[in-house]
């Protein structure tokens, strides 16, 4: 190790010899001996410590790549997941449909002839435009079986006041007002946001003035108003079974399906509700893409790069390779479904590639589906099912206590470990400065003493006479 000052200093003949001074460069003497003392040890320390660091990386990326394989195994590891349902429409400007699992399959004929629609009222014109004033006074509104009320003074006494008042007012169930100006004057018109029949729009004064008696309506006292549109309930049948709803969107009718009338029909349309098979195939193509995934991540944490010369952070990893083993015995078992054509995956059209990930043949995927979509259920959510199996097998090894979680809780504690044999070093290496700086700084003083009296003797030696000898 180079340095610009010299461990040791030679003492010479000059005065500033003779002065006396530090002879041993006592701070780089001691770091060098600490750092020769320390950093073996210390080197030794950090291989582990990044050893471990890569593996705590390898395994948590492991534990990640199986938590978001899980995920999608959900869509097919319960005979539920297969119980997908799909409605459709011969005409779907009449009604367009969902079926859920509760729905039986079958077609049915559907008749509609009448929507179900909100009332609308528009009051007599008032001169003047929507400024124009109407008086004041207190109004209950009433939509269905609820009302509210608001109070009209000379802040809001116009036809547009009104409006507004309406709109905002606490407790409004869904009486929307709006002012439309023609050429004879300005017109109130409320409109229910609810649909049916029952939910009729009433309005009366209830302050026992007559300030606003031009707005009230209601049962007997309809002279105030037009009715542009009378609150109705859709009318269709199901089946020639006849059912009425206070909403377009009707779903006590069929069970399982939800209805969304849009028209009335001429004749009757059909409502189709079959298994969706392409929601099933969608739901094996994604746990195909994910198993992909995972395998991606079992090669990048187990493979070794040849070009690179590079192994992967579990190469050789027991755990790993545990995993792996169980997942493929999942995946390539037969399972009994009931069928003898269908209880593999390779028999439904997913096959092994060279490098580890699947693919599907869409077309022998369909065709099994409709051949025998029992036998397919069975295949992925049987007790022995590949997702069934597959789940229970990954559940376990995320579990607390399990084979990722052990490994992970084992690695943390060498991690630990590994921080306190630095921190313990760096305290030994503090204490044996400390010690080295005082047994050399003591050295220091006696070889400094030393040299000045080196410097002294050799200065007393030069001053003395010289002996001149005799001559021959």
Known sequence: MSSTNPIVSVANNSSAGAAGGSVINVSGLVSQLVAATQGPQQSIISSQTQAVTTEISAVGALKSALSTFQSSLAALDTPTAFGSEAAASTDPTAFTASANANAVLGSYSIAISQLAQGQQLVSAAFAGGSSATVGTGTLQLTLGGTSFSLTIDSSNDTVGGIAAAINSATGNPGVEASVVTGTNGAHLVLTSSLTGASNTIQVAETDSGAGLSSLTYGPGNTANYTQQTAAQDAAFSIAGVAYTSASNTVTGALSGVTLSLLGTTSSAATLSVSTD????????????????????????????????????????????????????????????????????????????????????????????????????????????????????????????????????????????ALTQQSNQLQQQMSALSASLTQQYASLNTLLSSLQSTSSFLSQAFASLPQVQGSQG
Do not use: C, H, K, W
Request: overall charge negative; charged content about 5%; proline content about 1%.
């Open 277 to 416: 098979n392409t929601a099933v195939e969608g739901n094996i193509q994604a746990l195909v893409s994910a198993y992909n995934a995972l395998q991606g991540t079992f090669s990048s944490l187990g493979s070794y790069d040849a070009t690179t010369n590079m192994a992967g952070p579990m190469m050789g990893d027991g755990l790993l390779s545990s995993i792996q083993s169980q997942i493929r015995s999942a995946l390539y078992g037969i399972v009994n479904t009931g069928s003898s054509t269908y209880n593999t995956l390779a028999s439904i059209g997913i096959t092994t590639n060279s490098d580890g990930t699947l693919s599907v043949n869409g077309a022998t995927l369909s065709a099994a589906l409709s051949s025998n979509f029992s036998a397919l259920s069975e295949l992925f959510s049987g007790s022995s099912g590949v997702a069934a199996t597959l789940n229970s097998q990954v559940t376990a090894d995320l579990a607390s206590g399990g084979p990722i979680d052990s490994r992970s809780q084992t690695l943390v504690q060498q991690e630990n």
